[in-house]
């Protein structure tokens, strides 16, 4: 493992489990490579939130989403806890196509201000404008 990288691994038949920061960040853009087994699904949550007063402290916000299943929705935006699907791939068939089976990935997400856009191994993949929260 790189000096100062971070790991994560997803146990199968197991509850949602997150890699957390306490830090609060404003506009930025993360770029990261992972690999991910295809029997799981995962992703990068961003600004996100656990309150003891929301659903027991659920984890609520935006997720990147990170899927190797057939639907092929990696880079789509979910919103965890809350909404839903608010960007699925299903109108992007580039982006669906970019998603790499057993191998490296590559994601670029950028969230400034109240735009978010991401993109899988250099392809464009999601636009949403939210609400800043």
């Known amino acids: 493992m790189v000096e100062g990288a971070k790991e994560g691994t997803t146990v199968g038949n197991t509850p949602n489990s997150f890699l957390r920061t306490d830090e609060v960040y404003g506009d930025f853009v993360l770029e990261l490579g992972y690999w991910v087994d295809p029997s799981m699904n995962s992703g990068i949550q961003i600004r996100s939130k656990s309150f ?79 609400q800043v929260n």
């Open 52 to 130: 003891d007063h929301y659903r027991n402290g659920r984890v609520h916000g935006y997720q990147i989403e990170i899927d190797p299943s057939q639907r092929a929705w990696s880079a789509g935006i979910f919103d965890e806890g809350r909404r839903g699907w608010l960007v699925p791939l299903t109108d992007n068939a580039e982006g669906q196509n970019a998603f790499k089976q057993n191998d490296w990935n590559h994601y670029r997400i950028e969230a400034i201000a109240d735009i978010i856009k991401t993109w899988i191994n250099g392809v464009p993949a999601a636009y949403l404008m939210h």
